[in-house]
C-alpha cells in the first residue's frame, strides 16, 4: 500500500506475486512494484482498504474495505484482469483477514458479526 508506515500482513500468489498490507490508518492506495521498489500501476483508488490477499492464480485480490459512515469493514474482490471490484460480505460488523482456500473457490476470514470474531467462508 502506497504511503505505509510500516507492513503488518502480506500475500503471495502460487506465482510468487507479492502484496502488501499496512497498520495505518491514513487513506492509502495498493499498488504494484517491481522488484526494486518502483511502483509500476495501481490496482486501488485512493481510500481505506487492508488486508490484501491474492488468489493462488494472481488474478483476484480479496480485501477488507472499511464504510467510514457505518465504522464497519466488508471483504470485496478485485478481478485483477478485468479491473472490476464485486463486494462480497453485507453483514453489520467487521469482515476481515481474507484467506483463499488453495483451489481459490473460497476465501476464510474473520467476522465479528456474532459479537465476537469468529472465521467465515464465502465463495468470491
Given at each position: 500500500v502506497e504511503g505505509a508506515v510500516g507492513t503488518s500482513d502480506f500475500s503471495v500468489s502460487a506465482t510468487g506475486i507479492l502484496v502488501l498490507g499496512t497498520a495505518n490508518r491514513q487513506p492509502g492506495q495498493v499498488v504494484w512494484k517491481d522488484r526494486?521498489?518502483?511502483?509500476?500501476g495501481t490496482v486501488t483508488e485512493p481510500g481505506f482498504?487492508?488486508?490484501p490477499a491474492l488468489s493462488p492464480d494472481g488474478r483476484t485480490l480479496a480485501l477488507a474495505r472499511a464504510n467510514l459512515r457505518t465504522n464497519s469493514l466488508d471483504l470485496w474482490t478485485l478481478d485483477l484482469d478485468r479491473n472490476t471490484s464485486s463486494r462480497v460480505t453485507?453483514?453489520?460488523g467487521l469482515d476481515a483477514f481474507p484467506v483463499w482456500s488453495a483451489d481459490g473457490r473460497t476465501i476464510l476470514y474473520s467476522s465479528s458479526r456474532s459479537g465476537m470474531f469468529q472465521v467465515h467462508a464465502q465463495d468470491p
Open positions: 526494486e521498489g518502483k511502483t509500476t482498504d487492508s488486508y453485507f453483514e453489520p
